[in-house]
């Protein structure tokens, strides 16, 4: 079965501060998607960056990016120059080519002004 | 484009009652999926769809049935309402092939008394 653990029930981080969420997942599969979504308060789903596991270059998005170690299945996620506006739970997910999504049970980041 | 739309935002319902959770996507998606969460946990994978006229079953398929006659519309029905539902319950769609990014509503939360 797939399963994605996420370590860090809650990460605290100063503005302008970097953190890194982390995430570790098992699968059997070679080809699958990874994804960090963000769920503010307002419960609305938002995707804030996707990894094809075949990729080896680590993907970015504006200030986030993530570390892929596909051999140790591990998928963090590390926000630079953090905002209010980044506080939220975080979540991990991986997607097989059955279209069966897993989620980690999150990250609650909270940033200090 | 008003993209993923969910009705009710809010039901309270009693043990035994039914009820269908609307959802509706105009971005032509032709994959949709229902999840549920619950409290403090990540989602979970309840029904899926890869087009009109094709359901499967995801990780928590008991308790629930699911159809789609349309590609814009995917409900989702609940026979026999049990307080183990009480839930938030998120729709979500993505195309072409399923591994693309998946769009989610802003959810319905539903509490069985």
């Known amino acids: 079965a797939q399963t994605v653990t996420q370590s860090q029930p809650e990460m605290s981080v100063q503005e302008a501060e970097t953190v890194t969420l982390s995430c570790t997942y098992d699968t059997s599969e070679s080809d699958y998607y990874l994804f960090w979504y963000k769920q503010p308060p307002s419960r609305q789903m938002i995707l804030v960056i996707r990894q094809e596991a075949y990729k080896q270059q680590n993907a970015t998005e504006n200030r986030f990016s993530v570390n892929f170690q596909k051999a140790a299945k591990s998928f963090s996620l590390k926000i630079s120059d953090s905002q209010l506006g980044d506080a939220a739970m975080y979540f991990c997910?991986?997607?097989?080519?059955?279209?069966?999504?897993?989620f980690g049970a999150g990250t609650r980041l909270t940033v200090k002004p | 484009n008003a993209g993923v739309t969910q009705t009710p935002k809010f039901r309270i319902l009693k043990i035994g009652q039914s009820m269908t959770l609307q959802c509706t996507q105009d971005m032509n998606h032709n994959y949709m999926y229902w999840y549920r969460q619950d409290p403090g946990m990540g989602l979970k994978l309840i029904y899926y769809s890869v087009g009109a006229g094709i359901t499967d079953k995801g990780e928590v398929p008991n308790g629930y049935n699911v159809s789609r006659s349309t590609t814009e519309d995917f409900p989702l029905r609940l026979e026999l309402a049990a307080p183990s539902q009480t839930s938030v319950y998120f729709c979500?769609?993505?195309?072409?092939?399923?591994?693309?990014?998946?769009?989610f509503g802003p959810g319905t939360r539903l509490l069985v008394l």
């Open positions: 979500a769609s993505s195309y072409p092939t399923g591994q693309e990014t998946q769009y």
């Open positions: 997910a991986v997607q097989h080519n059955n279209n069966d999504m897993r």
